[in-house]
């Protein structure tokens, strides 16, 4: 069945620093979703990617999905507090017994230090 | 204002004992699913549907049951709750998309139901 692999579970940074976090999908996806999870919440839609090659920007947040469309990545550039709580990627299925079907890789707890 | 509500948000119930967490959503989403988060393990899906009377299990169904008999309510049945169902489970709902067809299938979340079996 259709698994999302993210890399890596934990990432604890200065803050100022950058980050990235990276999926990866057994199949090919129709699209890739991004979610932020804040301490105590649900997580909550960030962005989705629809094309091969897609980039898109949300201030110092950058997405990027493959041109396979199996991977995509999320790159913060100089951390803030603010960036605290895990970031989970999410495929859409494409088609056959996976079409439609949303899987959620594991998620990257992102920690900044002030 | 569109959500997706669950209930209760805690619930502690002995083992064995029947227990349904409920999930509406108000936005006629063709998508729901179920999740359970537990540390380190992500969001696992337990089981999901694509419309009513469609059901289909996820990646950790044993000990779980759905059933979508209307659109907007998508309940989550514990037969017979044991201690490794203890978690925080989410419901989401979302748009399905068309193929070929560019639309936002953004997942809406409820707010959680943190379930502890004793």
């Known amino acids: 069945g259709q698994q999302v692999m993210q890399i890596p579970q934990y990432q604890h940074v200065q803050e100022g620093e950058d980050f990235t976090t990276y999926c990866n999908s057994s199949t090919t996806l129709s699209n890739i979703q991004w979610y932020k999870q804040r301490p105590g919440g649900h997580p909550v839609f960030l962005i989705q990617l629809v094309k091969s090659g897609e980039v898109k920007k949300q201030k110092r947040l950058t997405f990027q999905f493959g041109e396979a469309k199996k991977n995509s990545s999320l790159h913060i550039t100089a951390t803030q507090t603010t960036d605290v709580g895990t970031y989970f990627c999410?495929?859409?299925?494409?088609?056959?017994?996976?079409?439609?079907?949303?899987?959620f890789g594991q998620g990257t707890i992102l920690t900044v230090h002030p | 204002e569109a959500q997706v509500t669950q209930n209760p948000r805690y619930l502690i119930t002995v083992t064995g004992k029947k227990l349904t967490v409920t999930c509406s959503q108000n936005?006629?989403?063709?998508?729901m699913s179920w999740y359970r988060q537990d540390p380190g393990l992500g969001l696992r899906q337990i089981y999901y549907?694509?419309?009513?009377?469609?059901?289909d299990k996820g990646d950790v169904p044993e000990g779980y049951k759905v059933s979508r008999k209307e659109k907007r309510n998508f309940p989550l049945i514990l037969e017979s709750p044991s201690p490794n169902q203890t978690s925080l489970y989410f419901c989401?709902?979302?748009?399905?998309?068309?193929?070929?067809?560019?639309?936002?299938?953004?997942?809406?979340f409820g707010q959680g139901t943190r379930l502890t079996v004793v």
């Open positions: 999410a495929g859409r299925g494409a088609g056959g017994t996976s079409y439609g079907k949303l899987t």
């Open positions: 989401a709902s979302s748009y399905l998309g068309r193929q070929g067809k560019t639309m936002n299938t953004e997942a809406f």
């Open positions: 549907s694509m419309n009513v009377e469609v059901t």
């Open positions: 936005m006629n989403h063709e998508y």
